[in-house]
């Protein structure tokens, strides 16, 4: 399983720098876990494959650019943009940006070739499927209705926390799979930030560290995510502190493979 951070800032002559500020991960060039950068970082030949977008939560951050994406393509599409999340985020969504006041209601209209987007509810049970990949989406601790996500190509196994705090369903399900590859985990804020941490529901660097002591694989590749740009230099090094064996700071534009 290909994964790529999608840069969402660039420096003065164009190029992405390290600086995380919006969240999109594009799985094997063809499913999109959140849409915060999606209209801004993908090649041509990336935006003409993604068809398939699962949405975790509805914070800006996670959707800046699915109305801009989605209005980009629609010309061309020649089947709907599929949006999954849960009926919550779903509705969400069509109250608070697809609302004709935001931005136009895309599930209502249709181009040449029909309709050019199309809300897939995940089940409650989670588990569903979307392109190649089986996917188990599992409620996670954030300040509005999020799914942290376990993401199988058949081979390998990759977890996404998506914005969270300490959760326990979420271990429950990655630590049942027999073999897991990657965790994709959220450090926003610096220690010193705790109380804003916890208020927003999102990790430090010293709760993720007690957070991470529920996981039971061994020699699964940790990945920071979700770091506050502002904060990166200082989240980088008190995540380096903790001297965690396999976590490292995600590279936003970096291609990894599982
Ligand atoms: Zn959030
Ligand atoms: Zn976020």
Redesign the pocket.
Known sequence: MKIQLLPSTFDAQGHATLEQRL?CFLIDDCVAVDAGSIAIALTEDQRSKVHDIIITHP?M??IACLPIFIDDLYPTLRQPMRVHATQEVIELLERDVFNWNVYPRFSDLKNDYGPVMEYVPIPPSGEFSVAHLKVVAVPVNHIVPTVGLLVSDGKSNVAFSS?TAETDAFWKVINETKQLDALLIEASFPDELANLAEVSRHFTPSSLSKELKKLTHNGTDILAV?LKATHRDTIVDQLNALKIPKLSVMNPGEIYSW
């Open positions: 969240t914070h951050d996670h914005d979700h």
